[in-house]
């Protein structure tokens, strides 16, 4: 069988040590879900007080073999977890970013990992928004996804892993009788579903994570053995340009068997798309400010500026180099509430870092760019 931590005094201060891990949390009646500073997603049936189904489900991104973000190897929380007062899009909320810097042998992409965790009264369920920012000075290309620790009923080993191609949900149950859990990837194809036996030290190797990760294949049934599972599944490679921002989005369900899983998974859908329908809309009416990184950077000669701005005053947009001297003025007058795109075209000027600021009545904010001929 599974030893999660070591025996004797090595037991007890490891527990007490992983009881201590700050964490926010939130109960629907049906589910209870724990969030750690570290980007841990824990998972239990009814309440907080119920039984574990999940001990853990975390981001994983792999570039190469080398370049890895991973729980274990890179995650350091940057905004700590936090209940969200009055959330806006469900009854529940849990907000917290984690960034790279645990990681000191550079073997780590330089990542911003924001986890939006939502969830809603009497809902077997929840919906997870991972939203990623690249914080590189080039482009990356990513394979992203979620790695899986199951602890159905309260114990480890002999469960299943099941991939239900109708549906396009991973199945997880014990036979012959469990809590079932679901997990589907929402907003984008899922090319990589991957299930090994765990074992000790498995997460502390770059290379196996990205092999795993960016598989490329579904398994579509494993059957563990007496230490358990742990499952991969995951994107297509991305390209996240520097500056730039890749959002997914993953379901999670649980039910008494596998109808009823999949029918919150249902629930937890629609739940996503009233979501998505909404965050889209708001694009169109912005709530507040917001001054995007230009893409691409760096780039040559010419670049897309992206601003918003949530009432109509005048506006300011202009470039200046590194001396503060302004070398373009791009907009002058009063705009209307709204999002906008301007295109900047530097053909007249020399390669090198510059600055772009946009200045209205009540808002203001300066952001860089490089430009390589």
Same mark, same amino acid.
């Given at each position: ?9 090595? =037991? ?12 926010? *949390? ?20 009814? *309440? ?49 970013? +984690? ?45 992203? $996804? ?31 009788? *469990? ?36 598989? $490329? ?6 059957? *563990? ?6 499952? =991969? =599944? ?107 795109? +301007? ?31």
């Amino acid at each position: 069988m599974r030893f999660k931590y070591l025996l004797g005094v090595a =037991f007890l201060f490891i527990a007490f040590v992983m009881q201590e891990i700050p964490a926010q *949390s939130f109960q629907t009646g049906e589910i209870g879900i724990v969030v750690s500073n570290f980007g841990r997603v824990r998972v239990l049936k009814d *309440s907080l007080a119920g039984v574990r189904q999940i001990d853990r489900s975390n981001f994983l991104a792999g570039v190469n073999a080398n370049y890895v973000f991973s729980y274990l190897l890179s995650a350091e929380p940057e905004d700590s977890m936090k209940n969200i007062e009055n959330p806006q899009l469900s009854d529940y909320e849990i907000y917290g970013s +984690v960034n790279n810097s645990y990681d000191t042998t550079g073997q780590s992409p330089d990542m911003l990992v924001k986890h939006n965790v939502y969830g809603w009264d009497g809902g077997a369920y929840t919906l997870v928004k991972f939203s990623v920012i690249n914080r590189e000075s080039g482009a990356l290309d990513t394979y992203m $996804g979620m790695e899986i620790i199951s602890q159905l009923d309260g114990s480890y080993g002999l469960e299943s892993i099941k991939y239900l191609s109708d549906s396009k949900t991973i199945s997880i149950y014990r036979e012959p009788n *469990s809590t079932f859990v679901g997990y589907k990837l929402l907003s984008h194809n899922m090319p990589t579903l991957k299930s090994i036996e765990w074992y000790d030290g498995y997460n502390t190797s770059n290379p196996d994570l990205f092999s795993w990760i960016s598989y $490329g294949q579904i398994d579509t049934l494993y059957d *563990s053995g007496g230490d358990g599972a742990v499952s =991969f =599944f995951g994107t297509e490679a991305t390209n996240i340009q520097a500056g730039g921002e890749f959002i997914f989005w993953v379901g999670i369900s649980i039910g008494d068997n596998e109808a009823e899983m999949l029918t919150n998974m249902s629930l937890v859908e629609a739940k996503y798309s009233l979501i998505t329908s909404v965050e889209e809309s708001s694009l169109l009416f912005p709530t507040d400010y917001q001054l995007k990184q230009n893409y691409p950077n760096p780039f040559n000669p010419s670049t897309k500026i992206q601003f918003s701005i949530p009432q109509s005053e005048y506006v300011s947009l202009k470039i200046y180099d590194v001396l503060g001297n302004e070398v373009a003025g791009l907009i002058n007058h009063d705009l209307s509430a709204g999002s906008y795109d +301007v295109q900047f075209n530097a053909n007249n000027l020399s390669s090198g870092i510059y600055f772009y600021q946009l200045i209205t009545g009540s808002y203001s904010e300066t952001k860089k760019m490089n430009l390589i001929k």
